[in-house]
């Protein structure tokens, strides 16, 4: 990654009162948010979807985000990853200082630092399993032969190796979203984000699904930040958050 997305570690003082109540400071902090706020301009004037976010999210943690539909979940993933902008606060993510990334330094971040899965699969229908996960690694220029190797390695992590040479439509849906997890995390990233992973798996299938996103995130040391309507799933997560009215508050696993 180009010397220019490296930052100072960020300041080990909370932001504001709020964080302290969302922080682990036993360990490293990967994520770091501070005082967040994103609006809109609409037809009918200024939309505030969320406004003073605060929390951390320490090296090796899986953090749930729960909520309603339209709360902002998925706006905050995307903040995140690099894909949207906030409106102001501060933004760690991978450690890195994700404001005023110009949009080639955002998309080299996205490759390098973060690995997102989508609720769906957004695999291309031409290309193979295999070669669907060695997309990130040939979009930044490695050998063919070295990326195919990686992809094949990361397919037989989700138990997929047998599937390597078929395309998307001739998988199932839990086989596909688990060539989607194998592709975003084919660059050895720091972070995994996942937006509803199991949004659109039946219940058996999204628990296989959610058991390997344990697994990989434990192996492989992960930190993670899960966003799920399935409060089950959630309830299996190191901390939970819920978005509500733009404002988060951290809730027992048995209140989820």
Sequence with gaps: MESSLSAPQPDPQPFGAAMSRFAAPEHPIVIKIGNLRKEYTTGRGRLVLFDGLSFEVAEGEMLAIIGESGAGKSTLLHILAALDTPSSGDVYSASTQLRNLSPSQAASFRNCEVGYVWQFHYLLP???????????????????GTALKSAAKWLNEVE?????????????????????????????????????????????????????????HKSHRLTSVVVTHNEDLASRCSRILRLDKGRLEEVAPQLA
């Design 126 to 144: 031409e290309f193979t399993a295999l070669e669907n996960v060695a997309m990130p690694l040939l979009a930044r220029g490695e050998n063919r």
């Design 160 to 216: 997929l190796a047998d599937r390597a040479s078929h395309r998307a439509g001739e998988l199932s849906g839990g086989e596909q979203q688990r060539v989607s997890l194998a592709r975003a995390l084919v660059t050895e990233p720091k972070v995994l984000l996942a937006d509803e992973p199991t949004g659109d798996l039946d219940r058996r299938t999204a628990g296989v699904v959610f058991d390997l996103i344990q697994r990989l």
